[in-house]
């Protein structure tokens, strides 16, 4: 099996580079000890196992969808 590289390079790499970028941290330079930035992510109830929490201790993760209880079901 080979590694899984394509979420990381294309994906999380780029939004914390942006997200870096848009609280004004400059390139190396380190983040506070402290949440600067939620990040919602949308994943539904169907999902839950995919919930991790952020590797930067600046980011906070926030499930709007999973709190809600929602699915990909049809409705009622």
């Given amino acids: 099996m080979l590694r899984r590289q394509c979420t990381r390079e294309f994906k999380v790499e780029p939004i914390t580079r942006k997200l870096r970028e848009l609280v004004g941290l400059k ?6 000890h402290y949440h ?3 990040q919602f992510i949308g994943l539904s109830a ?31």
């Fill in 36 to 38: 600067l930035v939620t």
């Fill in 46 to 76: 169907d999902e839950v196992m995919r919930m991790k929490p952020s590797r930067e201790h600046w980011i906070s993760h926030h499930w709007p969808l999973i709190d809600r209880g929602m699915t990909r079901g049809p409705l009622p």
């Fill in 27 to 32: 390139p190396r330079q380190r983040a506070p």
